[in-house]
């Protein structure tokens, strides 16, 4: 035993710098992980009799969400294209949250008329509506046209949105105090809204669209919640940070493979989609923000916006131009 002892200290003295650098190394990269896990929403507020509809929620941070909406007693409604996936997601939402008031409704956000069935399916059955979440969307995809020959990315993303939240302001306004949830990106700084070249035909980007389609998310909700003063309706937008998520899946497999093994060490850092839903959680509940509306959030607290996301002029253009496209009287 003493030899065994000897040996374990000799094995220390001969290697205390490799174990130092080994220990700090990974104290350093769980601080790290711990900090890019972002805020978490300390509110308890409870939602027994208020309504939620989420798009998107069946996966990710939708899904989260809508659990996190279930356990504070809301009847959450999942708004999903896949009615499959969406029918599993929601008994598993059920029983983890102990809710069994979760619904499914279908919803294909590249087509208009799925949304304007959606909206109408809606106002026809429920008698509220305090708080829509827009959080589907998808990311980097190849040149796609919606069912309404928009490009993909700025259709679902926006204009989408766009049209069902216009569709149902009426009773959202009926269930005041009510809140809209758009979830945008941090991919909006470097975004530019391009109004000669809307759908990118000339020069499609996977890159350059989606971070069109994320300032389109952000200038739509300060518009939105300048249209909605006085309503009781808020509106907010948000950065819900880099997450383990479905949302890459069109952009991942572009990779080469000298950069997916590069990155495959910081997916291990990345946010859950538990930590990832944490700031659209707090926009739909937490009780501060009761008489805010029209600002961006990151971690769950207010984060300044890139300056285009801040233009007036250039919220209305948008507003204007998607009122077109999408057909809204």
């Not at 001969?14 to 890019?36: D, E, P, Y």
């Not at 949250?97 to 059955?125: F, H, P, W």
């Not at 990155?263 to 944490?278: D, R, V, Y």
Request: charged letters at 25%; proline letters at 3%; aromatic letters at 6%.
């Amino acid at each position: 035993m003493q030899n065994y002892v000897k040996e374990i200290r000799q094995f220390v003295l001969n290697n205390a710098s490799g174990i130092v650098v080994a220990t700090v190394a990974g104290v350093g990269l769980v601080a790290l992980r711990r900090w890019l896990a972002g805020g978490v929403c300390r509110s308890r507020a409870r939602l027994d009799g208020k309504t939620v509809l989420i798009t998107g929620a069946n996966t990710g941070i939708g899904k989260e969400t809508a659990v996190d909406m279930a356990s504070r007693g809301a009847r959450v409604i999942l708004a999903c294209r896949d009615m499959t996936r969406a029918n599993k997601a929601a008994e598993d939402i059920q029983q983890r949250s102990g809710n069994g008031n979760v619904v499914v409704k279908m919803l294909d956000l590249a087509s208009l008329q799925s949304v304007r069935d959606l909206a109408k399916d809606i106002q026809e059955t429920e008698e509220r509506l305090d708080i829509l979440i827009n959080n589907a969307g998808i990311m980097m995809c190849p040149k796609w046209q919606t069912e309404d020959g928009f490009e993909m990315q700025f259709g679902v993303n926006h204009l989408g949105h766009f049209l069902l939240t216009n569709c149902l302001l009426d009773l959202l306004k009926k269930s005041a105090p009510s809140r809209i949830v758009n979830v945008s990106s941090l991919a909006h700084e470097k975004g530019k809204i391009d109004f000669d070249d809307i759908n990118l035909d000339q020069h499609y980007d996977p890159q350059k669209s989606y971070r069109q389609s994320k300032l389109a998310n952000v200038l739509f909700t300060r518009e939105l919640a300048a249209r909605l003063e006085g309503t009781g309706v808020t509106a907010y937008s948000l950065h819900p940070g880099v997450i383990r998520t479905e949302l890459g899946r069109h952009w991942l497999p572009t990779l080469p493979m000298w950069k997916k093994v590069i990155t495959m060490p910081f997916m291990l850092l990345i946010k859950s989609p538990w930590e990832g839903a944490q700031t659209t959680i707090y926009c739909a509940v937490d009780e501060s923000l009761e008489k805010t509306s029209s600002l961006y959030y990151s971690d769950c607290a207010p984060k300044e916006a890139a300056p285009q996301a801040r233009d007036d002029a250039t919220a209305k253009r948008l507003w204007d131009l998607s009122v077109s496209m999408v057909g809204l009287n």
